[in-house]
């Protein structure tokens, strides 16, 4: 039964409210859906987030990527034949990684499919539930405590910042929701590149000193500044996660090489899907490194996926899941659930998820 046709689809769906970083702003989210189907008509499904700042990638450029030369790749193929497949897709396409992330994670649905199990069985793992943080986005002190408060009555135990807007005012912020949310709630950082190296050590020193009780850093300095995420590390005591600096194994490498980063963010729009996913957790575990599985502000396809990874994987800290959590309304069903902070996958073949 081999695949017989590629389809693109687009999810637009709104937020709850306003997801801001030091990167960006949106009220909504936005992805390109890759739908593939076999001679039987057995479909996998999988999302590339549009998220230009991060990967670099249009809406545009997205599809024309999966119709042109990620089609082209695999349509004739045998989905069964799955590792092959997978790393002739890799090969494809290097500047477009969560294009090569929709159909990777597309084929490994539609394996799943074929094989009547569940995304993580079929991945090798049973859990079918994992824990997730929950981002607040970016605002004043009063607004960032008030998010942070309704974030913990629905059941969040683990709050993730986002600063890097202004680090004149980033210690009042922390400190304000801390104080707020009390002991029982970790709290972590994410500044999304936007400190100098300087500005990160006396941002991290001062709340070090007030005692805030801060988790780790998520990506304090520019992606490209390794040395300055070294630096940075090298002179906070806050544990330093590398984000946007880690799309594959070479940046990883490096990351290592240098002793920039305590930690590593693993996302498969970076990675470029599962099975590069799974091989820089690999990398990370083999020398030392601890590993968060992520996602962008995406559907429940991607966070689907990725959440599968984390179960069947495991991380070292909490995962950062909660992007589903987020839409307000979508035009898929079944797929995962959020119950607390807690994300439950479907035992339903692949990822359990369909267009209504």
């Excluded at 590629?6 to 801001?20: I, Q, T």
């Excluded at 890799?90 to 992330?101: G, V």
Aim: charge should be negative.
């Amino acid at each position: 039964m081999p695949i017989v046709e590629v389809r693109c689809g687009v999810l637009h769906a709104p937020l709850r409210a306003p997801f801001v970083t030091a990167l960006r702003s949106t009220t909504v989210v936005e992805s390109l859906l890759v739908e593939i189907l076999d001679e039987s008509g057995t479909h996998g499904i999988g999302e590339a987030p549009v998220v230009e700042k991060v990967t670099g990638e249009s809406l545009h450029a997205l599809r024309v990527c999966v119709e042109g030369p990620l089609r082209s790749v695999v349509v004739g193929r045998e989905p069964d034949d799955l590792v092959p497949l997978l790393h002739d897709v890799a090969r494809q396409a290097p500047s477009n990684p969560a294009a090569r992330a929709a159909v990777d994670v597309a084929l490994h649905d539609l394996a799943a499919r074929r094989q009547g199990v569940s995304l993580p069985r079929f991945l090798g793992g049973t859990l079918l539930k994992v824990p997730t943080d929950v981002t607040v986005s970016a605002d004043t002190a009063d607004r960032l405590v008030a998010a942070a408060r309704d974030r913990v009555d629905d059941g969040f135990d683990v709050v993730k910042l986002k600063v890097g807007t202004d680090p004149v005012t980033d210690v009042e912020r922390v400190l304000a929701v801390r104080a707020a949310v009390g002991e029982a709630v970790t709290v972590r950082l994410d500044a999304n590149q936007g400190w100098t190296p300087q500005e990160a050590v006396r941002v991290l020193g001062l709340l070090e000193d007030a005692d805030a009780g801060v988790e780790l850093v998520e990506q304090p300095v520019a992606a490209a500044d390794i040395d300055g995420l070294a630096w940075v590390r090298r002179r906070a005591q806050t544990p330093v996660m590398a984000d946007e600096s880690v799309f594959g194994l070479r940046e990883l490498v490096t990351v290592i090489s240098k002793g920039a980063a305590d930690s590593v963010n693993v996302k498969l729009a970076k990675a470029g899907g599962l099975l590069p996913a799974v091989a820089l957790l690999e990398l990370a575990r083999a020398h030392g490194l601890g590993a968060m599985v992520g996602s962008m502000m995406e559907g429940p396809v991607g966070v689907g996926a990725a959440a599968s990874l984390a179960a069947v994987h495991g991380t070292t800290v909490v995962p950062d899941l909660d992007a589903a959590w987020w839409l307000d309304g979508s035009p898929l069903q079944g797929g995962l659930r959020y119950e607390g902070a807690m994300v439950h996958l479907p035992d339903t073949p692949g990822l359990g998820i369909e267009r209504r």
